[in-house]
């Protein structure tokens, strides 16, 4: 905030609490210009206002900043200019909501695959996000400020609009103590409320064709959002409804058994109301529907080897902000979140894996249901000085998180390399009447049955409280000290963590700021690894390649060896995983209005949870320990430069190393045969360049307000294991030899907006990986007398892609 006088210029500078105040004090009778400016908001400037120490007018000044966002209407409004917040301690990269909506990248209807485009967020081998190196349960997700992470495998599966969001915000270090259980930071989802206008925008309402096979429907992810008020002044609303149809279809499978018919539907209905002027009352309720009848269909996993898969998700919550006269800020909250997963095969035939694919039903069934129930406080007092101003918050979360879960799994048969032969049918392993498989099995290399699965219900209870304080010592020095305590009903141990964090600004025009901070952080206690030894058994028998019987380390037997795999927990042994996490970074103006960001961040876990074999042996029963430590290392450097309007041009590169003692997450259904080795974490990217940018095209008559907008990314491959055929870790390669080729895409796409029938619109035409690049995605590592490398599995090539969008009334 900006205070200053027109003549001559004389400037006066506040930084505003908590709950939004800032005073300016022993102000002289005279005529004042009030500007007011937040990154990520539109900027007011108030001109001529007249000071009388007389009369103390004019007092108090109310100011209310709207939330930039994309320009649908002819409206006259300023964005702040991108600044250097000095009050901004943590570390923090942002996506506002124009540029979640204006950046290409493939599949851009959902927002999750806008992360990657955000510096220290990697993607792994299934598109899940990966904040600062860490695993998906370790990343604290918020939306709208109530915790939303899936409680049993931390996955990000909540989705929503892309033009329901305000801002996404990813925060992987220096966060305050009000955030915890999760060492890989905040990623925080910020949802927009509607205004005082009535509003209505609608994005690709016309279904899109395909000709594979005939003409069809092939794509089609309408989105509709309507917002307004309901109440001027008083109570608003905002609706935001999403679908998504695809029609996939295998062109090399027979028709009639080609297509896969996948349906989803979001919607977020959002409501809030003023009910006084100190009384803010916010509820919400998302809702999310997948429904997917042959999930991973391909060449080598036709129809019946597949599975039907539908799943929900409900997220409510209400929210009160109460502002109390002696200055402190109130706020409770109430949440509740669940996940549903209902996974069916087709039928109940032996399941077979070959090196050419798949064959007869899919082998697993699972039904589950994880569910959190959330209560929260945060209390802001009012502003006390003492050798400067401190900002005082402390305040509480209280959760309850249920796991209900039923799996059924069939044998599944592993067939020989060379079988079937041509022509013939593959047939599962032959068994005797115990369901043991008969020896010799010339076509049999590995057989693999499960017991146990039955229906199991886990519940843990969360308690947690933090207080922090941010302390404005000088104009240009804020420290901010705080602690939290975390307590769960599994580990039962508390928790205590104390975080330090300050910025410096070196000059009175705020373009330098150096940022540091260091602190204590706990992982909470993830439900799917306490529930995994009630998930089942697996007993597994090996045979040569002639189909003689071996035991687990190949050595020959008379008759089939039962090899069981199993887990255990003894939660009386176990502590919660602790990390050590501090950087520093620098933040500086350079000419032109070019700003430039450097971030160094070091991360050093102890104590992680990982399930391991006894003795060094490479199957048997595995107990959950605390013995995972892992190191992250990463130094990143942006350049971002904003020219007038909208237009924009963002890009940073990062070299990081993200390591574990215990790189493998055993489970039943990775039939991997190995003791927990050292080495890189799937998700691992030394090497990685971001970049993005939304320019104005040439100014001729026919491309007039024609935009340019590109995307692109640089990083070196995934690191990939690379087995026999049997599970075993190939010989003299361990985790970290094989790497995926060099990722490289550019995604660059043009967009005219125009006025017709009295109303805005945007047409957006372009190409997904323009040049082309064989982007190799996953690998098939198992290595064979068939196979004696690994093969790649390829992303899509390049794609046309469009977009048309009713932007609303002029």
């Known amino acids: 905030m900006l205070l200053q006088t027109p003549t001559p210029a004389i400037g006066l500078r506040c930084e505003t609490d908590f709950a939004g105040h800032c005073e300016f004090t022993a102000l002289p009778s005279g005529t004042y210009d009030l500007r007011v400016q937040k990154i990520g908001y539109y900027a007011i400037s108030q001109p001529n206002i007249t000071v009388d120490l007389r009369t103390g007018l004019p ?46 990248y493939p599949s851009s209807h959902d927002y999750r695959n806008a992360l990657f485009f955000i510096p220290g967020v990697t993607p792994d081998g299934f598109g899940q996000a990966h904040v600062a190196g860490a695993e998906t349960y370790q990343t604290l997700v918020l939306l709208d400020g109530f915790n939303v992470t899936q409680p049993t495998n931390g996955q990000l599966l909540v989705r929503s609009s892309v033009e329901s969001f305000r801002s996404i915000e990813v925060s992987p270090s220096r966060e305050p103590a009000e955030y915890g259980k999760g060492s890989g930071g905040v990623l925080a989802l910020n949802t927009r409320m509607g205004a005082d206008q009535f509003h209505a925008t609608s994005t690709d309402f016309i279904p899109g064709v395909q000709t594979t096979k005939g003409i069809s429907i092939g794509q089609w992810t309408p989105i509709l959002t309507v917002s307004g008020p309901i109440r001027k002044g008083k109570t608003w609303f905002i609706d935001s409804l999403d679908g998504e149809y695809d029609n996939n279809i295998v062109k090399q499978l027979p028709s009639g058994a080609d297509s896969d018919h996948v349906w989803r539907l979001d919607n977020l209905a959002k409501l809030q109301s003023n009910l006084t002027t100190r009384n803010i009352v916010t509820a919400s309720f998302l809702s999310n529907y997948y429904h ?35 200055g402190a800020l109130l706020e409770t909250g109430f949440g509740v979140d669940q996940y549903s997963v209902a996974f069916t095969p087709h039928g109940n035939s032996p399941y077979i894996l070959m090196t050419q694919g798949a064959a007869g039903n899919y082998y697993e069934q699972q039904n589950t249901v994880a569910r959190r129930v959330q209560a929260l406080s ?10 400067g101003r401190h900002d005082i918050k402390v305040g509480t979360d209280l959760d309850r998180l249920n796991y209900n879960a039923q799996f059924v799994r069939r044998p599944i048969s592993f067939l020989q390399p060379n079988q079937p032969p041509p022509n013939q049918v593959p047939q599962p392993c032959p068994t005797d009447a115990n369901g043991v498989p008969i020896a010799p099995s010339p076509t049999c290399s590995r057989y ?26 000088t104009n240009r020095l804020l420290i901010e000290p705080g602690v939290r305590f975390d307590w769960d009903e599994i580990v039962r141990t508390p928790l205590f963590s104390p975080r330090l964090a300050g910025t410096y600004i070196f000059d009175d025009e705020g373009n330098t700021k150096l940022s540091a901070g260091i602190g204590i952080i706990y992982d909470n206690t993830t439900l799917g690894l306490i529930n995994q030894p009630f998930e089942g058994q697996r007993v597994d028998y090996f045979f040569d390649p002639k189909g003689n019987p071996t035991d687990a380390s190949g050595n020959p037997a008379t008759q089939p060896v039962p090899v069981p795999t199993t887990f255990s927990v003894d939660r009386n042994t ?32 102890s104590r992680g949870f990982a399930y391991n074999t006894l003795n060094g042996a490479v199957t048997g029963n595995y107990f959950l320990e605390n013995r995972r430590d892992d190191r992250y290392d990463a130094f990143q450097v942006s350049l971002r430069h904003r020219f007038r309007d909208r237009y924009e041009i963002f890009g940073a590169y990062t070299r990081s190393r993200a390591h574990t003692n215990q790189v493998f997450d055993f489970s039943l259904d990775i039939p991997l045969l190995s003791q927990q080795l050292p080495g890189p974490y799937p998700w691992d990217t030394p090497n990685r360049f971001v970049g993005w940018g939304i320019l104005p095209f040439f100014n001729l008559p026919i491309i007039h307000k024609t935009d340019l907008v590109y995307s692109g990314e640089v990083r070196t491959g995934l690191p990939f294991l690379a087995t026999t055929d049997q599970g075993e870790i190939a010989p003299g390669d361990p985790p970290g030899t094989f790497r995926l080729p060099t990722y490289y895409t550019i995604n660059l796409q043009f967009e005219k907006r125009f006025h017709l029938f009295g109303r805005y619109w945007a047409l957006r035409g372009g190409f997904d990986n323009l040049t082309n690049h ?17 093969t790649y599995i390829d992303d899509v090539g390049r794609g046309f892609t469009g977009r048309i969008r009713y932007l609303g009334r002029q």
């Open 59 to 104: 007092g108090n000044v109310d100011v209310v900043l709207s939330h930039q966002q994309e320009a649908h209407e002819a409206i006259n409004v300023t964005a702040s200019t991108p600044a250097i917040d000095p009050a901004q301690v943590s570390t923090k990269e942002e996506l506002t909501s124009a540029e979640i909506v204006d950046i290409p």
């Open 292 to 326: 997917d009848p042959y999930d991973g269909l391909s060449l080598i996993q036709p129809q019946p080897s597949t599975a039907n898969d539908d799943e929900t998700a409900y997220i409510g919550s209400l929210k009160d902000q109460y502002y109390f006269r002696g």
């Open 378 to 387: 945060n209390l802001n007092l009012p502003p006390k000085q003492w050798h």
């Open 448 to 473: 693999s049955v499960f017991t146990g699965g039955a229906y199991s219900t886990f519940y843990n209870v969360e308690a947690s409280a933090y207080a922090e304080d941010r302390w404005l010592i």
């Open 574 to 605: 176990l502590s919660a995983p602790r990390y050590l996490n501090w950087s520093v970074g620098l933040e500086k103006k350079l000419p032109a209005a070019i700003f430039l960001k450097l971030e160094f961040l070091e991360k050093r876990g």
């Open 774 to 790: 064989a982007n190799a995605i996953l690998a098939n590592g198992v290595i064979d007398s068939a196979h004696p490398v690994p």
